[in-house]
């Protein structure tokens, strides 16, 4: 399973922002390491689903909308990534499978889907945010998530 590109973004900016103090988008990009398109996209979509409210001007920026433990890391996977996406089955395609009812690799898929919905539902930000007052740590943070999803 690989989250796609908007989803883990998502994450990422939902894991930096805070209730009180809003955050740029150029900071937020310069950050997390990400473009500023995907980021403004990004921050955008989470304004209309309600987690990030916007301010515009001098000191604006972007910040929660709601405390970090009120918001499920199941949530955001469910707004940003089709479930569809995650199976390496046509399953969810318009062709019929021909091994559907024998097949192990996706009742295998389906099982760890499952498992990977509980563990995120564990989850909500406040237990995920990153300290956004130590930089050089969201950074190394950062770095580090992404050289993950390279598999480095």
């Known amino acids: 399973m690989r989250l796609n590109a908007a989803t883990n973004g998502a994450m990422r900016i939902l894991m930096v922002c805070r209730t009180d103090r809003p955050l740029s988008m150029p900071e937020m990009a310069r950050r997390l390491g990400l473009t500023e398109a995907l980021v403004l996209k990004t921050c955008n979509e989470l304004m209309q689903a309600g987690y990030l409210v916007g301010q ?6 972007y910040r929660l909308a709601k405390p970090a ?11 940003f990534e089709p479930q569809e996406n995650l199976f390496p089955c046509r399953l969810h395609q318009e062709d ?6 024998l097949c192990i690799l996706r009742r295998a898929c389906e099982a760890a889907y499952r498992a990977f919905r509980e563990e995120l539902a564990r989850l909500s930000l406040a237990d995920l945010a990153l300290d956004t007052a130590e930089e050089g740590g969201v950074q190394k943070a950062a770095r580090a998530s992404s050289q993950a999803a390279a598999g480095r």
């Open 56 to 61: 515009r001007g001098p000191g604006g920026g």
């Open 69 to 79: 433990g009120a918001i499920n890391a199941v949530e955001i996977l469910d707004l």
């Open 96 to 101: 019929e499978c021909r091994i559907v009812s």
